[in-house]
């Protein structure tokens, strides 16, 4: 008599032949969320501005940033009065408005535009040349910095899980 645990290694289960698609996709849907987020919390940063808060996140864009910061010092100058909240109101649209060019390039990343992430990427990598500006003029922001390389590598990581994904969807010649 035979032990049936002895004549066959146990079979394993193999992953299912699209597992590697799946993962590109959740690493290329991932990357492309970035815009999304880097789009609402710098939204939320000039909301945070805009009600007079002394703080915010770091992971905003330093473009809106400096239009909350610029939009601040005219507010001081002015004292007070109605042109306050017009200021504030005109810097906030900016903000709004930056955000919403940030959330359409996140859709279009999501949707497989791959010049269009791309392009988001520059544009990311150029607002995080604002923070190697502010290490030149004295001021550092190295969690905004470094916040903007960790962004940028993990869009960079779901850009090259698209190009994956395209390889493995498009037929051998």
Partial sequence: MSDSMNEQPPVVERPAPNAELQKR???FHGGANWF?????LSVINSLLMFSGS???FIF????TSIID?????IVEEMGGGLGVWFVRAIALGFSVAIAAAFV??????NKGYGPVYVIGMIIYLLDALLYIGLL????PD???LGFHAFALFLMFSGYSALRKLNALQTPAA
């Fill in 25 to 27: 996709l959740k690493e």
């Fill in 36 to 40: 999304y987020w880097i789009a609402a």
């Fill in 54 to 56: 002394k703080w915010s």
């Fill in 60 to 63: 905003g864009l330093g473009v």
């Fill in 69 to 73: 910061a610029l939009a601040a010092v």
């Fill in 104 to 109: 359409l390039i996140g859709w279009l990343s």
């Fill in 136 to 139: 030149l003029i004295g001021e």
């Fill in 142 to 144: 190295w969690l905004g």
